[in-house]
């Protein structure tokens, strides 16, 4: 089993910047795509980003040049830099990590909340 910790959510203004974090323990052997979901009150959870084990990034188009996914390998960790964020960006994110051969964890989702 992998149990994923997700912190760094919060209510910040527009124009604001907020860094998560989401740590995975346990099992972790074989950690390889780790990203970020998002999901906001009445639509479908969306990709924010991914990166690979290799460091390939990947951005969901309406997050591009604000956002920068980064992950330490020693410490198990991913991180979701937000800059200049907007009231859309306002929803649950949720850490999701891939194990090979394929098995999948979520974390418990934080909270990003942006005020107009």
């Known amino acids: 089993q992998v149990q994923l910790v997700e912190s760094g959510g919060g209510l910040v203004q527009a124009g604001g910047s907020l860094r998560l974090s989401c740590a995975a323990s346990?099992?972790?052997?074989?950690?390889?795509?780790m990203g970020w979901y998002r999901q906001a009150p009445g639509r479908q959870r969306e990709l924010v980003a991914i990166i690979t084990s290799g460091d390939t990034r990947t951005y969901a188009d309406s997050v591009k040049g604000r956002f920068t996914i980064s992950r330490d390998n020693a410490k198990n960790t991913v991180y979701l830099q937000m800059n200049s964020l907007k009231p859309e960006d306002t929803a649950v994110y949720y850490c999701r990590v891939l194990i090979t051969p394929g098995y999948e964890y979520w974390g418990q989702g934080t909270q990003v909340t942006v005020s107009s």
């Open positions: 346990g099992r972790t052997s074989g950690l390889n795509r």
